[in-house]
């Protein structure tokens, strides 16, 4: 791929965003930029919401995942589906009950004014973070492909990044997420299902000899029960993934806030029921993509163990796989241009929706701005502290380019499983129990739960016989919250039965 087709590409799809998002926001307003106006039919939603959980993370990382993890992710994605139907049946219906624009007010409600800051200064970090590692993925993909080349330095390709979703964003919020949402989902299907077709074609296979170089490889193995010990465990991998879900989609206010945007509960159901049948179907098609990956290099005359080298040149990283295939001569330059159509729509319109999440996290339930402020006032507000996350975002791309050596993917759910942990804990206790809680201490049992999460993540193997804690850290920090959350509520009596 040369610098030019690069530019190229990248410069259509930016093009065809800015106007989409010019469309959509010429006259929102506040609510508009919040919630989407709570006009949108479930079908475009639901299309929406495909392109906003398929990440740039997912797309590059899971393909090469596949020769560490075999296809125990999809042992993840049934979980997503049972916690998908617990979203569906239980916190659509109690928020659109509360009317919330912000999800964490229902803290307020339930417990008080500390829980709602302190749920909404943990969204704010954990998803600081986390759409931080997301957005990474284009500036870090496009370095050695079209900046390196030209000379420029990696923080200008990062705030050239930030720039632009600053910009798509600046008008329309939730409106224009959306609306870019689904312009992403029509790319990111497309870009993986045509790459497929010319994988496919380059190996030479029918369909009859590709089902069976799929099913029958080393790295198509689903299911593993065999060692508890093993991170692939299937139990571990299926809860964490049901709590997983709830936690960084039914309690995060960067997808909920589309979900939010329907017309009404019947539709924000069905549209939650809807994406996660079309995402199981992606994520199936990444990794059988990242297995004819591997079929392809190997037969190229690579090495089959990391770093690939075939003596001339060099994959260091599962996580380069995708990309480093893409871009090799012997494939036809429209795999290349499909790459990049995947990388640049799987990123910039996450990142518009996270700044845009974490706009409305901070400007509604950290600042109460909707309770403080005139809609003139709030609108000024709103796009001063949209800019600044843009900015700090940015930053943590450029410490992540320096810093981060793990698997984007791996780093990511690890991430969530201590940030998303006392969110967790405090809705899921808020809901099933009836209990009033001490609301000023909450903060303290929110920091500390993550904090004794690490500790015991840390010592497991030496307390329990070698187990290894996976992503079910998020459950375990979940209840630890949980039980501080009954033990601050031990001298408080039941509201409803003083009643």
Known sequence: MTPLLVGTTIALYAIALLALAYISGRKADNRDFFIGGRGFHWSIVGIAMVGAAISGVTFISVPGSVAANSFSYLQMVLGFVVG???????????????????LYEYLQTRFGGYSHKCGAWFFFISKTVSASLRVFIAPAVLQPLLFEPLGIPFWVNATLTMLFVWLY????????????????????????????????????????????????????????FDDINDKRYFFKQFFAGVFMIIATTGLDQDLMQRVLGCRSQRESQRNMLLSIILQSIIIFLLL?????????????????????????????????????????????????????????????????????ALTTAFTVDILNGRERYTEERLTILRKWIHAIIALIMTLFIIAIYHFGDDSIINTFYRIASYTYGPL???????????????????????????????????????????????????IVNALFTAAGLYVLSLNNRNKDEKQ
Request: aromatic share 14%; with cysteine.
């Open 424 to 474: 967790l804990g405090m809705f899921a206790f808020g809901i099933i129990s009836k209990r009033s809680v001490r609301d000023r201490y909450i903060p303290i049992v929110a920091v500390l739960s993550p904090i004794a999460t690490w500790v015991l993540d840390r010592y497991s193997k030496e307390w329990f016989c070698g187990y290894e804690f996976s992503f079910e850290l998020l």
């Open 288 to 356: 059988s993509l990242g297995v004819l990956l591997y079929i392809y290099v190997f037969r190229q005359g690579y090495s089959n163990t990391f770093p690939i080298s075939n003596g001339v040149s060099t994959i260091s990283h599962p996580d380069q796989l995708f990309g480093a295939v893409a871009a090799m001569d012997s494939m036809p330059a429209i795999v290349g241009v499909l790459f990049i159509l995947g990388v640049a729509s799987t990123t910039y319109t996450s990142a518009g929706s996270a700044i845009t």
């Open 169 to 224: 964003t600046y008008r329309g919020g939730v409106k224009s997420v959306i609306w870019g949402d689904l312009l992403k989902s029509v790319c990111l299907i497309g870009s993986v299902a045509l790459t497929i077709i010319f994988i496919i074609k380059e190996l030479n296979l029918s369909s009859a000899e590709l089902v069976d170089a799929v099913s029958t490889h080393e790295y198509s193995q689903i299911f593993f």
């Open 84 to 102: 998908n139907i617990l979203i569906t049946t239980i916190l659509i219906p109690l928020f659109y009950k509360l009317n919330v624009v912000s």
